[in-house]
């Protein structure tokens, strides 16, 4: 099935790029989609990520100026092993110059040194963890959409002043999870909260029901899900069965998705806040693009943030490309001149890449609608605020990444 | 002390369907000799036959109960009849390799229509809400979990090792073309009898439906720890897999609460345990 969906993209970016006339060598680009294409975060990223990615490259009109443009896709299966080794085979013998997507921050870290070791182009959507422009910043590196340290200072710090001062963590036990309670302790105790306790669970659990009744038991105010995907639709699910909400204490879905919300349904995740970067239902620009994504997926499914996040930022690629008035194949060349242009898209709207490679853009406030206010399939979200992007990403003041440091 | 009550029944939740799809596994390797790698996808199919049937057709939980069961089973005896009779006498090897693309194509379906963070599926009505019980609130749905499987674990045991069709059964796996001169219909006998172990693969899906997402990965997941428990009990006992099923809910439980991290590994380690100890299993006879 993969193989099929990778070759019938490449079939259509070919057709695509056949129109272009020459095949001028300074003219080819080679975009390595890598993601989760299979498990527990296919939904989010996955499938339609690649297909971001194509409609990025079609709508970017590069084609017509003679640019032959390839996109091949992979599944690192969430192991960080699998992942490097795909990136290596891409670069050492596929050629590929850029590689996007990449969710589970522990193979995005992985895949990150490998990137600044073949001095490729990285644009990566689908991780949380803030490392990325942080501690492990790399001259290669364009960190799109979301981060750990954003979802901390939004959801969480919105949490801590409407009084939840005390909180438990269900932490999912890799450098994801990690970085999300890092990030949000940090806010919490900033704000005069305490953490009382946490369970790290391993990745992909079925059943939370026992890491449930630990974090009943320590009568925190709040439930703070360091966790993503299945893990957090699962654990939103059990925790309304073992009465959780309805005993006082409250959920801090602190990252949550729209495939998410659509698999836990809204009658259980109904008045859960959180915060993304994009909704497909923001404006003209974003519903018609929306629409277009959803008429090529198999499910019918909306656009999520960081298939949002992989069309961005290989359309601010192609741009820097356009721009260079060919393919350098230098990721630090391509990377600085992305930096130098202010990012502008349907999607994200006006936005600039800092020094240290994050992305930044507004961020907004979510509720998950009541199951009587949704009017569609995927009409999910109320929007409660918007955080402007200089108050919701890591300030380069606080950054330790040394390229900060020239 | 009142955590650890808690941990100790949560950990009999999760045992039921270790129950209950263990059971099926030994039923199936004990009266066919085929290992079902592709138990996990039939699961699978039991919620999502479930959540069709609620969805397209309005047919509640209850009745789902019923004929989700009956479908994935009829799907099963399909398969049984047109590929797995086909490797009778053969190895088990081509058993487990027939069974697990089965398995693969089953879940690339679903994955492909449905995507992989799945369907929600709500606790019927009358099982919605829990009870207090002192050292912990406990979901009446799950409740229900165990006490049904519970049931249904021992109503297959005594169909199978108290029963004079049981007794066929068994009489059949030992030397079938005996049987066969007693004028019982052999292959019809062992169609029923992989219906039968698909069937409880399938109840136990529609079971964890309301709990777990109905997603395509839903078996998979789960499988492996299955088998681990099949192992552990004794491959082909019935009674062997329904403790062991039990057990090993219980202490994943305990871990969840002692040592969260290994919660996931507990049950591979206590098997290459046991498999050093009894390499039969611990209710297994020698071949």
Known sequence: MKKSIASLLLGTALAVTAAGAAFAQDKTVKIGALSDQSGLYADL???????????AVEDSGLAAKGWKIDIISGDHQNKPDIGTAIARQWFDVDKVDIIVDVPNSGVALAVNNVVKEKNGVYINSGAATSDLTNAQCSPNTVHWTYDTYMLAHTTGQALVKAGGDTWFFLTADYAFGAALERDTTAVITANGGKVVGGVKHPLNTPDFS??????QASKAKIIGLANAGGDTTNTIKQAAEFGIVKGGQKLAALLLFLTDVKAIGLETAQGLNFTETFYWDMNDQTRAFSKRFSEKMKSGAMPTM????????????LKALDALGGNPHDGIKVVEKMKSMPTEDELFGKGEIQPNGRTIHNAYLFEVKKPSESKGPWDFYKLVGTVPGD????PLSESKCALLKK | MQALYAQLLVGLINGSFYALLSLGLAVI??????INFAHGALYMMGAFVAYFLLNLGGINYWWALLFAPIIVGIFGMILERTMLKFLTGLDHLYGLLLTFGIALIVQGVFQNYFGSSGLPYSIPDQLKGGMNLGFMFLPIYRGWVVIFSLVVCLATWFLIEKTRLGANLRAATENPTLVRAFGINVPRMITLTYGLGVGLAALAGVLSAPINQVRPLMGADLIIVVFAVVVIGGMGSIMGSIITGFALGVI???TKYFYPE?????????????????????????A
């Open chain 1, 45 to 55: 990223g996955g499938p339609g990520s690649t297909l971001a990615a194509q409609m």
């Open chain 1, 210 to 215: 026992s890491f449930l009744l630990q974090a």
């Open chain 1, 306 to 317: 960081v298939q949002a996040g992989v069309y961005a930022g290989v359309r601010h690629y």
């Open chain 1, 391 to 394: 108050q919701a990403f890591t």
């Open chain 2, 29 to 34: 390797f004990g009266m066919l000799n085929i």
């Open chain 2, 252 to 254: 994943e439980g305990l």
């Open chain 2, 262 to 286: 290994a919660s996931n590994t507990v049950v591979f380690v206590l098997m290459v345990l046991v498999l050093l100890v009894k390499p039969t299993g611990l209710t297994g006879r020698a």
